[in-house]
């Protein structure tokens, strides 16, 4: 049987086998670049944007955090740290790196202050125990005292308080004729 395209059944090959995917290959390499590229110029955008978005947040709350540092200064005594009160003038020249860095350093110091006026207030306070326990040793002290007098003077057994003797009626006062 005959065929318009001759007596090969199976058509003509033009080209040879494997040739077509070849350059079929080297398309797909290209796209595959391509949509590489793409997703890093968008990966790039995306991080950009996610960088301005956290530097302003630092920007917004750094004041609040320098804030609560010269307060906790202040509370414990402590000078402020002229580094970081320098690096906080430069804020607005900052870079999101250099902030969070500051923030960094900013919560360590701040950190340290707050341990330095915890400790404070613990001296302060064994201080004020040691002060309670003298008295306590004083008041127990005179205790003592006043039971060795009393056992002087007479044994305790012996030993009943003066209690006000009268007729067991009001005294009556005339303030205009007072009597001594």
């Given at each position: 049987?005959?065929?318009?395209?001759?007596?090969?059944?199976?058509?003509?090959?033009?080209?040879?086998?494997?040739?077509?995917?070849?350059?079929?290959?080297?398309?797909?390499?290209?796209?595959?670049?391509?949509?590489?590229?793409?997703?890093?110029?968008?990966?790039?955008?995306?991080?950009g944007?996610?960088?301005?978005?956290?530097?302003?947040?630092?920007?917004?709350?750094?004041?609040?955090?320098?804030?609560?540092?010269?307060k906790?200064?202040?509370?414990?005594?402590?000078?402020?740290?002229?580094?970081?009160?320098?690096?906080?003038?430069?804020?607005?020249?900052?870079?999101?790196?250099?902030?969070?860095?500051?923030?960094?350093?900013?919560?360590?110091?701040?950190?340290?202050?707050m341990?330095?006026?915890?400790?404070?207030?613990?001296?302060?306070?064994?201080?004020?125990?040691?002060?309670?326990?003298?008295?306590?040793?004083?008041?127990?002290?005179?205790?003592?005292?006043?039971?060795?007098?009393?056992?002087?003077?007479?044994?305790?057994?012996?030993?009943q308080?003066?209690?006000?003797?009268?007729?067991?009626q009001?005294?009556?006062?005339?303030?205009?004729?007072?009597?001594?």
């Amino acid at each position: 049987m005959q065929t318009p395209f001759g007596s090969y059944s199976g058509g003509y090959n033009v080209l040879p086998a494997g040739y077509m995917d070849a350059w079929l290959q080297v398309g797909k390499n290209y796209g595959d670049a391509i949509k590489t590229a793409g997703s890093a110029v968008a990966g790039g955008i995306l991080q950009g944007r996610q960088n301005a978005q956290d530097k302003a947040k630092l920007e917004g709350s750094l004041p609040t955090q320098y804030s609560m540092y010269e307060k906790v200064s202040q509370a414990s005594g402590q000078a402020i740290d002229p580094t970081l009160a320098e690096r906080y003038k430069n804020i607005g020249q900052m870079s999101l790196s250099q902030m969070q860095s500051f923030e960094k350093d900013l919560a360590a110091s701040q950190q340290m202050q707050m341990n330095i006026a915890n400790m404070q207030r613990q001296a302060q306070a064994y201080q004020m125990q040691q002060q309670a326990m003298q008295r306590a040793a004083q008041a127990q002290d005179l205790s003592t005292r006043r039971s060795n007098i009393i056992n002087v003077l007479g044994g305790a057994s012996n030993y009943q308080p003066a209690m006000p003797q009268g007729t067991g009626q009001l005294p009556t006062i005339n303030p205009l004729f007072p009597t001594y």
